[in-house]
């Protein structure tokens, strides 16, 4: 089987050069309709196919799958064509630009039985799945609350602002850490560079659990973070994905609550333990999540983040730019819940 790679702006010489080494040049073909973007990455491999449309692309029988790393305001329409083509899909992140596309998306996925796979990096991440089985174990006890913050000095993107841009990151993060979605969103921000378009976004999430998160995402920052931050009622982890040296520490602290009866005799005791910071094998997420994808077409792996998945993160999403829409008003997040028996979705509020 080969795999056309649509987009080869920034992002998509990085699946590139990942699936090369998965699957051989040969197996690969890459889509631009820019000729000056294949013309800039066919030099580094020549074996590898190309074409200026995915209509050229999936004239090839042989490609049986379609990776998407455009613009977001084009995946919905490559991916519809890629699947109504019957071709397996990945598309980055966001899955689409609405609640109304991506539905669309994963009903015509799960009607044709194909694999629709969206691009959340991150969940491929050593150092996230190693957050994720601490959590598993319990070592947080019980989640109370997270802090999420992806600050930089841009990229602006063209078609979307900061949220659609950089919150699926910390969306899909939150998440899956939490094995939950959220019930509502409420932003603050501004547009600064261009009128309404979000550079610096503040997205408050409510969970069903009591859990609540604040995410701030950002492309006017003097410096980088990529941090993450849960606190539970037995130890707190913290996620910095700058520090190669120790991504992922356990801090045991905490507070500790006198008994009520003794309230009064009593004051509050703060417990300062030891931090612990795993050593975790460097393995780079984007070679994880290609490998995965495979593996779900090949009907060995169940996907990680399939359409579903990312379908609740652009349901957040467009919550929290509607919310800032809204004067920053709490927005409920609605959530597609499968119609019985047959292929397609009905929406609503989740309960809070
Ligand atoms: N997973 C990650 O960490 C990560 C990082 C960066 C970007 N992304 C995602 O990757 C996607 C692409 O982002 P980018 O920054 O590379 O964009 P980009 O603008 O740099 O590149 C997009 C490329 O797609 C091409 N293109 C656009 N429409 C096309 C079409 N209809 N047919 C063929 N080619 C077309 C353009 O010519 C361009 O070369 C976005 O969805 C973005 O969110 C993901």
Known sequence: MKVAIVGMGYWGPNLLRNLVALVGPDSVVVVDNSLDRIAAVIPQYPAVGY???????????EVGAVMVATPVSSHAGLVHQALDAGRHVL???PLAGSVDEALGLVACAEERGLVLMVGHTFLFSPRV???TEYLHEGRLGTVQYATSSRLNLGLHQRDVGVIWDLAPHDFSILFHLLGEFPVSAK???????????????FVNLSFASGIVASVDVSWLAPRKTRSTVLVGDRQMM?????????????YDKGVVVPDPENFGEHQLTYRHGDVQAPYIAPREPL????????????GTEICRSDGRFGLHVVEALEAAERSWHEGGRAVAVETAV???????FTRSPLAS
């Open 187 to 201: 932003t603050s921000g501004r547009s600064v560079v261009r009128a309404g378009c979000l550079d610096v976004a």
């Open 238 to 250: 913290v996620y910095d994905d700058l520090n190669n040296e120790e991504p992922v520490k356990i």
């Open 338 to 344: 499968p119609v019985a028996g047959e292929v397609g």
């Open 129 to 131: 799945e190693r957050m």
């Open 287 to 298: 070679a994880q999540e290609l490998t995965h994808f495979l593996a779900c077409i090949d």
């Open 51 to 61: 074409c200026l449309s995915l209509d050229q692309a999936l004239e090839d029988d």
């Open 91 to 93: 598309v980055e992140k």
